[in-house]
C-alpha cells in the first residue's frame, strides 16, 4: 500500500507503517538536504535499508547464497553521510514480537508465494518479472546482519540490535537526546513519538523530506491529545492490529475528535467502538478488535527497549502509572531479561532470540572469550 505526499515539488511516497498516515502530515512536512544535520547524530532504521539492499542480488539471496552487495549497500551509505559531517548509528530488528504475530505469519505466507512465482517467471525466461518476486521472496535473517554490523564497525560506525521492534528502539534514542534525527521509511515512528524523522532520503541528490513535530502538531489532529492522535492511527490499521473495517486515517480522526470530551485526556476505545458502530451490542468479535487495539496502544506506548544510560537493562519505552496493566499485557510488550544478556544482544555478539553467544564473533565491542558472555556457541 502506497501514499504520496507533497512538499513543494517533492513527492513522499510511504508504504510502511499506518496506511495513508504521511499525507495528513504535509503541514509538518518539508525537504531538507542531508547536509543541514552536519554535526548530528542520525538513527537510521537499519531493516529499511537491509531490505533495500537485497534487490541487488535478489535471486541468490532467495535461494540462501552467500553475497556481499548487502554489505557494500550500508557502507556506500554511511560514507556518504560521513562525507557530510554526519554521524551514523544504525539500528537492526529483534526478536519478534507476540503483538506482531498475524502480521509475521502473512509474511511468511506471502514470502512462500513469491518464491514460488519468481522460479516460475524465470523459468518461462521472464527474468525482469522474476526479480521482484525473487526479491519479496527474501527473508532477512540475523546472519545478514551480523556481516553488516562487522563491517560497519571497521568503518567506525555505531550498529545495534533492539530488543523487538528497532522503530521502539529508535524513539527511545530519540527521545533521550542520543539521536537528532531518525531517518526511516516506516511512519510507525511518528506513532511511537519520534519528533524528527527523515522519509525517502536519495542518496544522490542528498534530499529527503523531514517530518518535524508530534502528531498532534499537524492540521488534521490539532486539538486532539497525543494519546488520541495515537488512537486515532491504531484505529486506521496498523502491524499490531487491523484496525476497524472501512475506516482510514481521517475517518479515523474524527471519529476520535467526536469521541473526545474536556474532561477526560483520553478517549476510550469502547467509547470509540460505540459510535463506530452506532451502538450496536458488541459481539464477541467487536471484543477482540478492543482488545487488539489495545494492545497496540500499549505496544506503542510502551513496548520494551534497551537502556544505554550506563548498563545496558531492558526497560519500557516510557513509563506507565498502572504497572497492572503493564503487567497484564507483558507478553505482547517484549520479555525482560538479564542484563548481561541484553548487553550482548545489543551489540550483536548473541542472537536477539535464543540469548545465546553467536559463533565466529568479528566484532570488537566485546570478545568471544568474554566471562560475561559464556562460551555456549550459537550457529546462525
Request: aromatic content about 8%; overall charge negative.
Amino acid at each position: 500500500m502506497y501514499s504520496a505526499i507533497v512538499v513543494g515539488s517533492f513527492i513522499l511516497l510511504g508504504c510502511m507503517g499506518i496506511p495513508r498516515l504521511l499525507p495528513t502530515l504535509r503541514s509538518i512536512s518539508r525537504p531538507r538536504h542531508i547536509n543541514e544535520y552536519s554535526g548530528g547524530v542520525v538513527g537510521i532504521d537499519g531493516n529499511v535499508w537491509l531490505h533495500r539492499s537485497i534487490y541487488t542480488d535478489a535471486e541468490n539471496f532467495a535461494s540462501g547464497i552467500d553475497v556481499s552487495s548487502h554489505v557494500k549497500y550500508f557502507v556506500r551509505r554511511v560514507q556518504k553521510l560521513g562525507a557530510c559531517g554526519i554521524r551514523p548509528m544504525v539500528v537492526f530488528d529483534g526478536a519478534d514480537l507476540l503483538a506482531k504475530r498475524v502480521t509475521h505469519r502473512n509474511r511468511s505466507s506471502n514470502r512462500t508465494i513469491s518464491m514460488g512465482r519468481a522460479i516460475a517467471l524465470r523459468d518461462i525466461g521472464s527474468s525482469d518479472q522474476s526479480y521482484n518476486h525473487f526479491a519479496k521472496a527474501t527473508d532477512p535473517r540475523f546472519n545478514l546482519v551480523r556481516d553488516i554490523m562487522t563491517a560497519l564497525e571497521q568503518e567506525g560506525v555505531e550498529a545495534v540490535v533492539a530488543p523487538y521492534e528497532a522503530d521502539a528502539q529508535l524513539a527511545y534514542l530519540s527521545k533521550s537526546g542520543l539521536v537528532d534525527l531518525v531517518m526511516t521509511e516506516d511512519s510507525d515512528l511518528l506513532v511511537y513519538g519520534c519528533t524528527k524523522v527523515l522519509f525517502k532520503w536519495d542518496p544522490v541528490s542528498m534530499f529527503g523530506v523531514e517530518v518535524s513535530g508530534s502528531l498532534s502538531d499537524a492540521l488534521p489532529f490539532r486539538g486532539l491529545s497525543c494519546g488520541d492522535a495515537v488512537t486515532a492511527c491504531i484505529l486506521a490499521g496498523c502491524d499490531y492490529s487491523p484496525g476497524i473495517h472501512g475506516i482510514g486515517i481521517s475517518k479515523a480522526i474524527e471519529l476520535v475528535r467526536c469521541c473526545s470530551r474536556n474532561d477526560i485526556d483520553e478517549v476510550s476505545l469502547e467509547d470509540v467502538m460505540e459510535r463506530a458502530f452506532l451502538k450496536v451490542p458488541f459481539t464477541e468479535d467487536a471484543n477482540r478488535l478492543i482488545e487488539s487495539l489495545r494492545i497496540a496502544k500499549l505496544v506503542f506506548n510502551h513496548q520494551t527497549v534497551f537502556s544505554t544510560g550506563g548498563a545496558t537493562r531492558l526497560i519500557p519505552l516510557n513509563p506507565s502509572n498502572v504497572d497492572q496493566e503493564l503487567s497484564e499485557y507483558a507478553e505482547y510488550l517484549g520479555k525482560i531479561y538479564s542484563d548481561i544478556a541484553a548487553e550482548g544482544v545489543y551489540r550483536g555478539l548473541c542472537h536477539p532470540v535464543t540469548l545465546r553467544p553467536y559463533i565466529n564473533q568479528p566484532l570488537t565491542s566485546t570478545g568471544p572469550s568474554s566471562p560475561q558472555l559464556g562460551n555456549i556457541v550459537l550457529n546462525s
